[in-house]
Every structure is written in C-alpha cells, then in structure tokens.
C-alpha cells in the first residue's frame, strides 16, 4: 500500500506529536489564568455601540451631560408600610454616597429627593420608590460589571430602617448576573459533556480499552483549545467573552469526539477487511483526512467570524 509522507510522518513521530500537545496544554492551563477568568477580565460590551439603542443612549447622556456610558442600574427601596421619613433619610445619605462615587456612578437620577418630581418615583401606594443611576462602562463590559459589584457592596454594607429593603436590578446588573452564572456554569456543563461522550463511546465500542483512545484524544484537545484561547486573550491577541468560551469547549468536546470516531471506524473497517495494523492506518489516513479538513475549517471559519 502506498505510504504518503505526512501519514508516514505522523505515525513515525507519534509519541514527540503526543507529548508535544499534551506539554502545551499543561503550560497553558498551569501559567496562564483559567479561561473563564480571562473572559471575565476582558469581556466587553454585550451590545455594541452602532446598534441604534446604544447609540441613542450615548447620545441623550452626552447632550444632557449625565454619563459617557449604557449601563443603567435602578435600586429599588420597598417596605411592608408606607415609607417615611426615616426611609427618605436613609434614600437621602444613600444617594449622597452614591454621588461621591465617581469612579463607578456617572449619574443619580434623584427623582424622589425633589418635591417636584417625587411623586413619579413612587407607587401608588407610597411603599415603594426608585432612582435610576447611570454607571461607569458600558453595559457587560468589565468596567460596568465592576460597577454593578460597587453598588451591591454599598447597599449590602448599610442598614436601612426596619422593614425597609434595597434591591439593585436593570440591565447593566442582569449583564453582570448573566455573564457571571455563565461563567459559573461552564464547568458543570464541560463535565456533564464528557460523561455523556464517556456514555456515548461505550455504547458503541462496548470496551472500556477502544473508548479510551478517543476519550484521550478529546480531553487533550479541550485542555488545549482553554489554554491556548486563555493565553492569547491575556496577553491582549483577541478579544474574549463568557458566550465565546462556551462555544468553543462545545464545539472542541463535539468535534474531537466525531473526528475520533472516524478514524477509529475506519480503522476497524481496513482490519476486519484483512489489513495488518500498518495499512489500516494508511487506509485509515487516507479516507478519513480530508473529511475532518473540510469539517475542521468549516468549523473554525465561522468560529473566527
């Protein structure tokens, strides 16, 4: 059978080829932060600044010179009783602090502290009120989930009066909320997914042995796909954020899986039809190459995009 030289390269340097993928992805994973905090750290703005909701925004705070962000933030006070005056003092010195926080408070929207404009700011039954604020980032972004953090350290250090409770909601902390679960999430869905290929592989090879080999195969390949990700997003090469980490481990998990089970299906096929081990495996090369080529770029075309 004829042997091309990259097939016959690739089984002569199999053991270097191994041991070269699996020295990159200890390094990646030991010396470089762990993918989801890269993404955390770098993650950028949920939505961008040419959709026409961004742009409006942007425009109405520089005009009325409140903020150069998107994030929006509403706190919440509400009581069991209707809210008095201890209530609107503690509203009050909130606000106060809120204002003298520059570095993650752009702008106080303080509606209920003006006669004027209090009405508007609370219910119809006077057990609840509002304030808008406008934070420092935009919205997803590092800086605005920074922000967000500050504000629900400020109003978990106070004490309101009795009966009173402060929540912090809008969208700047559902970004910040989303993006964290996400991240919080990814190592339970990256384990369950490889106990469901575990389950998979044993189903169709029903041998702990052959299920091993694919298995092996794949873990590298997602260890490494983390590690390289994490390495270029830290060292500033491309941008990151909590949805791209989570599609590239799927598609690394799924794909690395199929392409494992080609090469062993084709394998398996060269020996049961009479081939020693050598041939099967530039039977194998041979019919299976240029499939995982074509899926791997069609992959990673769009990946890139």
Not at 229 to 241: M, P, R
């Amino acid at each position: 059978m004829k042997r091309p030289f990259i097939p016959r390269m690739v089984r002569v340097l199999a053991v270097p080829i191994v041991l070269f993928w699996a020295i990159v992805a200890v390094t990646t994973n030991t010396f470089v932060p762990h993918v989801e905090d890269v993404a955390e750290e770098l993650a950028g703005p949920m939505i961008p600044h040419y959709a026409p909701s961004q742009r409006a925004m942007l425009h109405i705070g520089e005009k009325f010179q409140e903020s150069t962000s998107t994030s929006l933030t509403m706190l919440v006070l509400e009581a069991d009783r209707p809210l008095d005056g201890s209530d609107h003092q503690y509203y009050d010195d909130l606000v106060r602090r809120l204002k003298s926080d520059t570095e993650h408070v752009q702008y106080v929207m303080d509606t209920w502290g003006k006669p004027i404009t209090a009405a508007g700011a609370q219910s119809l039954d006077g057990k609840s009120a509002f304030v808008l604020l406008r934070l420092a980032g935009d919205i997803g972004q590092t800086q605005a989930n920074k922000s967000v953090e500050a504000i629900k350290e400020t109003i978990d250090k106070d004490t309101p009066p009795p009966g009173l409770k402060v929540y912090v909601s809008g969208a700047a902390p559902l970004a910040s909320d989303t993006l964290s679960v996400a991240n919080s999430s990814l190592n339970n869905i990256t384990i369950v997914t490889i106990f469901l290929i575990i389950f998979m592989l044993l189903m169709v090879y029903r041998s702990v042995t052959t299920m091993l080999v694919p298995l092996f195969g794949v873990l590298v390949e997602m260890l490494v796909a983390r590690g390289v990700v994490a390495t270029l997003g830290h060292f500033g090469y491309i941008e990151l954020s909590s949805f791209a980490v989570n599609i590239v481990i799927a598609l690394t998990l799924g794909a690395g899986t199929d392409y494992g089970i080609f090469l062993l299906g084709r394998y398996h096929e060269a020996r049961n039809a009479g081939l020693d081990r050598e041939d099967a495996f530039y039977s194998a090369y041979r019919g299976v190459s240029h499939v995982i080529i074509g899926s791997g770029l069609t992959i990673a075309g769009p990946g890139c995009v």
